[in-house]
């Protein structure tokens, strides 16, 4: 999975993922039939299918962006005052490194203790090093990102941990679902890397406006719930790819939920029923596009999501690909 790797790797804070755009269109440009880039900054693939009877337009989307750090003020002993891009924990930060678009490095600290700061990012600061506000000032100004650091590392039990697997493992997923599809399928899938996800789930809503599927999949990390977290739930890493039941951003369309477990139980895949009982995936906004669009989730367990170590199992991953592959060669009647 050297091309995950490198995915994670790559620096691509909210509304500057022209980094992991170009990962992405370097992997596929020979695989697709159309693919462009709109004025937004999403990525559209399109690999055409043999026209049938019910054939299906469906739209992949899985987001390229990860959270980060936003610079609001430089204090005059050089220190950078930061808000946040996207659901930032300032206690998975605290005492941890961060790297600007240009490579400047710094380290986060906070105002008093990082108990009292209660998840409040204003009071956290970063260090870069310097001592005075124009000393700073030749690195980094106001209105720069900052993105996490987070190596890739293997673990046990086919465990992997890094920085970014949301949603860089739901990019690697269409990029690699894409050269299993032998333009044999009897749907047209789209294959959207989408920017801005973290910040509003702004790029998919745009790109389902240009493509107006008839299905919209999010391919999209979710919580893991086995360990103490702020969540509950069901959950787990390594129990199988996740088939989306629920989460309050959208209502996951019962026929293609129904099709999707289906499809799981025909091809022995391993899965795992998720529900997500706060926040919400790029099905939202296709959900509410045009005139409205049929919408399901395939998702990956993400242990400690949101920070530099998140961790997920290959085994999901592979789950996950091989329902995209068999998911999208479905024939799909809808009901009355």
Known sequence: MELLKELTQAWGVAGREKNVRAIIRREIAALCDEMYTDSIG???ALKRGVKAPNSRKIMLCAHMDEIGLQVKKIEPDGRIRVCRV?????????????IFQNGTIGVVGADGNIEDAKNDCGK???DIGCTSREE???YVQPGDYCGFIGAYYELKNDRIVA??????VGCYLLIEALRRNDGTL?????YVFAVQEEVGCRGSQTAAAQIHPDIGISVDVTPDHFYPSDLTGCNAVGNGVGVKLGD???MMDEYLVDEMLSCCREHQIPYQRDVMDRGGTDASSINLSGEGVRVAGISIVDRFAHSQSSIISKGDVRAALDLIDHYTRR???FPE
């Open 42 to 44: 999403n990525l559209i």
């Open 86 to 98: 996207g659901w930032v924990w300032t206690s998975a930060l605290y005492n941890d490194k961060v």
């Open 124 to 126: 956290l600061y970063i």
């Open 136 to 138: 700073t000032e030749q």
């Open 163 to 168: 920085k970014s697997f949301d949603n860089r």
């Open 186 to 190: 009897p749907n047209d899938v789209y």
């Open 248 to 250: 309050p951003s959208a």
């Open 331 to 333: 024939t799909f009647v």
